[in-house]
């Protein structure tokens, strides 16, 4: 007897008992784990913050992840640790951070001591920021300081998200400077040095671009994000390539419909040391669809929590991939999930504010953040005009898949609490980029609808200027695409009206690049467009060009241009005493910087105010020798002026010191 009972106890301690006396997978703690996908731990990972990227040490009980706020403005790698029995509250990593610098990505080697990640932090100290691949040791005492990995992985070119197998082979993501394509590649580990990349072949490398690719452990599985793949259910879709004995790759295999069930925000896969856990990046949701039209309470409440349409970490068992490639119909289908609203979000109301400008002061030379909080709000917003008549205030909001126009009407003493566009009637397309006719009568904006005799692709695969018009009760006529040769096969957006109905446009040809083009009223429809002299199409990429009514300027976006003091700036063309264009200027520092990029610009009707967008900061960061902390990246998910889109205004007179 008491041999048996000796027996016995061994196996309690060593787990051998009864599946139900075992301690749970210390990841299982947040709720099973299926062959369904499941949000990771709603509320304590996933907070409504972009949240991808996670690494889980081997022995399951440190995991990492990435956190951003809306458009990167912040991004840090952040940790939590298995600890009696619980997760610990996630803080930021001990190398992650520093206020400025981009950290995301993290992968652990699978022995667990080291940790590599991608950083815009300089290379040295006082040097430029970079885009590279950079390595941290675990320590007695905790992790040792960042070293970037250098050449020959690290280049000019832009490397990113890396993966590693037993051996310490690296995968990596390379972006060239002079390119928009990424490409998957490897390097080999001989001797503690790391060899000369290669690019994995066209099996791996298959659609117009590809990205994030994760390897698991014994280099025999490569989880790709793909873009432009003919079979893709959506703009980016998950694939699988199995690596052979010969080193040569099968597939691609697309991952299926639980997995890319074209929702987007799919870049980020992962999977567990072990092999049993497949995490990866999505913007689905959580439950049904909202209501249609929104207003702008409850599209505050539902952006900034988890499950509403922003990139949040996702899980599943990862037994499917031994499955693949795999019939539609032998898919599991999910059942409905309940929505999650995690966050303090819904206390967010509208609060009306006296006054044309909402009680703001009105801007001089220096640029301001127009309407904190109720305008602005730290959501990506743009696109702001008011109707000739002055009744109607129109903004656009691109954020966590939704893209719309929010429209408040002037009371006589206040704005009212926006609203979705009433032209905007089907919130499975996008609407944006208004622009009113003189009289107010009629809207344009872009769309990604399809117009007639073309084919409805995903995405951005259309861009077509639509058009509605006010009807005699005030409602508005079901929008309709201009008709051609204004609408084409290429991509058309971003429409500005002059006085005499003259339209101003951005059309991209097939290299992606855009121009700006006129075309004058005929009819019911337009003249054949002209594209505007290099004057005003300065640089290699112009777009969402601004005309003011009487066409005597256009501020438009310029990327590419030798003179910019961004990635893309804004400029100003004038039109000269014998009607032609004038050479485009850079509206200078008090506009543009460094860390910007113009969007949209629109002056109001008097041509006293001059509003555009901007991702520059206004809010402060921690100072020297600080970090970010959670909190950080929480309270700036919620305000303005921390690198989102938001919407300034300054005093119109900075163009006339161009002049």
Known sequence: MARILCICLLLLASGAGAAGLR?????????????????????????????RDVALSPDGRELFFSQATTGYGLACILVTRHENGAWTPPEVASFSGLPGVQDLEPAFHPDGRRLFFFSSRPRRAEGPAAQDIWMVE???????????????????????????????????CRRPADGRRHDIWRSRLVGGEYQEPEKLPTTVNSGTSQFNACISADGRRLIVPVAGHPENRGGVDYWLCRR??????????????????????????????????????????L???????????????????????GSQIWVMRADFLATLPRPEEDWPRPAAEPAVQAGSAGDKLWAATPGRWFGNEEPGPQPAIFAPGQVSTGLQERDLLISPDGSL??????DQGLVCNLVSRWDGQAWSEPRTAPWHTDPDFACFEPTFSADGGTVLFLSNRAAPGQEQGRGWSNQNIFRS???????????????????????????????????????????????????EPLGEG?????????????????????????????????????????PADYWVSFRTASGAWGPARNLGPAINGEDT???????????????????????????????????????AHWEPGHGSSDIWWVDAAVLDRLR
């Open 138 to 172: 675990r320590k007695q005492d905790g992790w040792g300081p960042p070293r970037n990995l250098g050449a020959p992985v690290n280049t000019a070119d832009a490397e990113f998200f890396p993966s590693l197998t037993q051996d310490g082979t690296l995968y990596f």
């Open 244 to 285: 052979q004995d010969d080193d040569s790759w099968s597939g691609p295999f697309n991952l299926g419909p639980l997995v890319n069930d074209a929702a987007g925000g799919s870049w980020s896969p992962a999977l567990s040391p072990d092999g049993r856990y497949f995490f990866f990046m999505s913007s689905r949701r």
């Open 526 to 566: 337009y003249a054949p467009p002209q594209r505007l002299p290099d004057a005003v199409n300065c640089g290699p990429n112009v777009y969402n060009g601004f005309v003011s009514p009487d066409e005597s300027l256009i501020i438009a976006c310029v990327a590419g241009h030798p003179e910019n003091l961004g």
């Open 23 to 51: 301690e749970p997978a210390p990841l299982e703690a947040w709720g099973p784990i299926g062959e369904i996908p499941t949000m990771l731990a709603p509320g304590f990972i996933n907070t409504g913050l972009l949240t």
């Open 287 to 309: 439950g049904p669809a909202p209501a249609w039209p929104r207003s702008w309470s409850d599209l505050q409440a539902g952006l900034r929590n988890p499950g509403s349409g």
């Open 393 to 398: 205030l129109v903004h656009g909001l691109m």
């Open 597 to 635: 990029r113009a969007s949209s610009a629109w002056l109001d009707r008097y041509g006293r105010f001059l509003f555009f967008s901007s991702t520059r900061k206004t809010a402060p960061e921690p100072g020297d020798g600080q970090r970010l902390t959670r909190s950080d990246l929480h309270r």
């Open 469 to 519: 018009r006010r009807l005699v009760d005030g409602s508005w006529s079901p929008a309709e695409a201009l008709p051609a040769p204004v609408t084409s096969d290429a991509a058309e957006y971003y429409p500005s009206l002059a006085a005499d109905g003259t339209l101003y446009f951005s059309r991209e040809d097939s290299t992606g690049q855009a121009a700006l083009w006129s075309a």
